[in-house]
């Protein structure tokens, strides 16, 4: 999202700058306002393409036969304006999203905004809240293929975003995401057909990470044939063989890789492409195009070992190693570390899952040493939480040095304490190292998790008539195309970023995969690629105030499985049904709510019954909520509603009572008055009292149970003796 401002919003303006001169022909004025009207589509998210085409043949109306000519020159700057900014308009009609949210309607909820794929998070959740699994998993993958996979590792930035961290705590969106996968793949449902092939273009694609398969997945959904070239044994790159079992059971990876194979994907295993299988080969193999989403697979040990003494690794191929292993790979070592004492450095998940398989392989002791504090660690807080269940000692505010030992094997790890320094400008304190404080720590093995790179080495020698540009050991792109310096080869995920999360890769796969179906039909890529689509809202769940104010019963103490902890089977269990509900009906439904906060201005301020006391509204966690004031202090009105620019809340009078819901939560439930002449209901008994309280005394008018327009025609027959009907 930009803060540039919305290029349709300022159109609307120049044109309505001009019709307000009101200097201006028969033929401005009738094309002008049809103009008008499409813009207005295109802000409420109701227009398509032919709109915008409209617009552009609308004002060659105005160029060619304006009489004014004061018209001419406005149209002109109309089609400058849309040729210019073309693309902000594309995205408004293809993707119903507004970069600069300044149409209400087409405003992104911040969960889809801050997730990497734009997965369509209060859709889903509406539909786990009404038991409807295989639609919310259907849905879900739409912007990623592996949710069962996601729903159990991704770093879910959707949570960071989550609007009701502002009333409580955010809503569990994770743990829905896997129980939508879970209960889909309980039901045993048989797999979709596979996409028709539109097209006749073979892509290839280097890598079966989540980067790759993502690729691979959208452009199959696409009619591509695409065939996956993966180096090592088993698919899913780093997702099997960077995390550990406990955290991704491999039976569910397969699973959903299994889908994507069934989409008409071939995954050809222990296929590296080098040397003369490289990139060049792949061209002459009839391969239209290729992309790259090799990861980064290369970790660092960043002191010295002078010696070169053993059991001094690196966090990523100590874990590659490790899987390998537990997948029963061909000659791979299935080491165990009974007795010994391990240090890990580093405080990322790399670095906590290190620690965690360590135990699970036997060491009588493991501890993580990480130069900063416990709060600026980047690992996700719940891994720490069970790495501290499990055993495992933290020491804060360390930092390695070097290693040392005997007989070519590490016996320590040489250290020193850190300081924070005074906040820089930014208000982040460095760690400082503290003269005189050095140590030594003991240590069978030390490993190293402090970073990772990509391994770039196969493309050495691969293109015979270019090279793919790279700069610091990252692959080079074109942020808009994502294509490298060599034509008709793509690139994404962390072989492009570094080292990033699998959320990440998935959304450059799928980025990738838009970018090459519009290179294979000679197009450029959409405007919309890099952003999320704000799809048509599912009706919200109906929920009372106390269903909304409930803080949410997914707590992950209890999902933790103590019995799992020693093993390498999955060590958190997922959500019940029950508690899915619960956590559905806690959404806020921002897809539809666009925190503007109108209902509480009018509220207090026009009205002055001061009912809607939503503090989240004001963006400050600190102004409090309550949903059940509005039930107690709601007179009905209904003004909140007709303020409200997205619809979000709504009035409806059934069975005797005005209901009023703000996002499928009620506000309020009132009896209604109906009106003795016409026998239509107008209002409710609150809001009567609550006008006869603010009229005075000898000004209340009689006939209460009268409407409004009732009471106007019998006042008009007593005045004048005419009955209007």
């Not at 000519?69 to 408004?92: D, I, Q, W, Y």
């Not at 700069?471 to 942020?479: A, C, F, G, L, T």
């Not at 599912?538 to 019995?563: C, N």
Request: a positive charge.
């Amino acid at each position: 999202m930009t803060a540039s401002g919305c290029k349709v919003k300022e159109l609307q303006t120049l044109i309505q700058n001009f019709l307000s001169d009101r200097e201006y022909c028969g033929i401005c004025r009738r094309n002008f306002n049809h103009i008008l009207t499409c813009l207005e589509a295109i802000r409420d998210g109701a227009a398509s393409i032919d709109h915008l085409n409209k617009i552009y043949d609308l004002t060659n109306q105005i160029i060619n036969f304006c009489q004014c000519h004061k018209g001419k020159v406005a149209a002109e700057s109309v089609t400058g304006h849309l040729r210019g900014n073309e693309s902000n308009f594309l995205v408004h009609i293809e993707n119903n999203i507004c970069p600069s949210a300044e149409c209400p309607k087409l405003v992104p909820a911040p969960c889809q905004s801050a997730c990497p794929a734009g997965i369509d998070i209060p859709n889903y959740i509406a539909l786990v809240g009404m038991g409807k699994y295989q639609k919310a998993l259907d849905l879900i993958k739409e912007d990623v293929p592996l949710p069962g996979s996601l729903g159990r590792i991704c770093e879910h930035p959707c949570q960071k975003a989550c609007r009701r961290a502002l009333v409580d705590k955010p809503v569990s969106i994770c743990a829905l995401k896997r129980l939508a996968y879970d209960k889909s793949r309980e039901a045993n449902r048989p797999s979709p057909e596979p996409p028709q092939k539109k097209y006749n273009e073979k892509v290839a694609v280097i890598g079966a990470g989540p980067a790759g398969l993502s690729a691979s997945y959208f452009l199959a959904r696409r009619g591509y044939r695409v065939t996956i070239f993966e180096a090592m044994p088993e698919a899913g790159g780093m997702l099997a063989y960077g995390i550990p079992p406990y955290r991704l059971p491999r039976e569910v990876l397969r699973d959903e890789i299994a889908g994507i194979q069934a989409m008409g994907v071939e995954i050809r295993l222990n296929s590296p492409i080098t040397g003369e299988n490289g990139i060049a080969n792949l061209f002459n193999r009839g391969y239209a195009a290729v992309f790259i989403g090799t990861g980064a697979w290369k970790g660092s040990i960043p002191v010295p070992n002078p010696e070169g003494l053993e059991n001094v690794l690196d966090g990523v191929t100590f874990l590659r190693t490790v899987n390998a292993g537990l997948m029963d790979e061909p000659g791979a070592k299935r080491d165990t570390l009974s007795g010994k004492k391990v240090v890990v450095v580093g405080g990322g998940n790399v670095a906590i899952d290190a620690a965690r398989v360590s135990l699970r392989l036997g060491a009588r002791e493991v501890r993580i040493v990480y130069r900063r504090t416990r709060g600026e660690m980047p690992a996700l807080p719940e891994e720490i939480m069970d790495a501290e269940k499990e055993g495992i000692q933290f020491d804060f505010l360390v930092a390695p040095v070097g290693v040392g030992g005997e007989n070519g094997i590490v016996k320590y790890i040489e250290c020193i304490r850190n300081e924070l320094s005074r906040p820089d400008t930014g208000g982040r304190r460095k760690p400082v190292p503290v003269q005189g404080s050095e140590f030594k720590m003991e240590a069978d093995m030390v490993i190293f998790a402090t970073g990772q790179q990509p391994d770039l080495s196969f493309l050495e020698n691969g293109a015979a008539d270019g090279k793919v540009d790279v700069q610091q050991n990252r692959i080079v792109v074109n942020p808009e195309t994502m294509e490298t310096s060599l034509p008709g080869v793509f690139a994404g995920g962390d072989a492009v970023t570094g080292p990033a999360s699998a959320i990440k890769a998935m959304a450059a796969g799928k980025q990738a995969a838009a970018a090459i179906h519009a290179f294979l039909r000679g197009q450029k890529p959409a405007a919309g690629i890099k952003y999320p689509v704000k799809r048509k809202s599912i009706p919200p769940i109906p929920t009372s105030p106390r269903e909304k104010s409930d803080q949410g019963r997914v707590d992950l103490h209890q999902l933790y499985r103590a019995d799992k902890k020693s093993t390498f089977e999955e060590v958190m269990s997922g959500i019940s049904e029950e508690q899915a509900v619960s956590e559905a009906k806690r959404c806020l439904r921002c897809d539809l709510c666009i925190a503007c906060g109108n209902c509480v201005d009018v509220c207090r301020h026009q009205v002055g019954a001061d009912a809607v006391k939503l503090g989240y509204l004001s963006g400050n966690r600190d102004t409090e909520t309550d949903f059940t004031r509005t039930g107690e202090r709601c007179i009905g009105c209904g003004t909140c509603a007709v303020n409200c620019p997205t619809g979000a809340i709504t009035m409806e009078d059934n069975h005797g009572f005005r209901e009023m819901r703000m996002c499928g939560g009620l506000m309020s439930r009132l009896e209604l008055v109906y009106c003795e002449v016409c026998g239509n209901a107008f209002a409710t008994e609150r809001h009567l009292a609550y006008i006869n309280k603010q009229l005075k005394d000898g000004l209340k008018r009689p006939g209460n149970n009268t409407c409004p327009e009732c009471a106007r025609k019998i006042w008009t027959q007593n005045v004048y003796g005419v009955r209007i009907c």
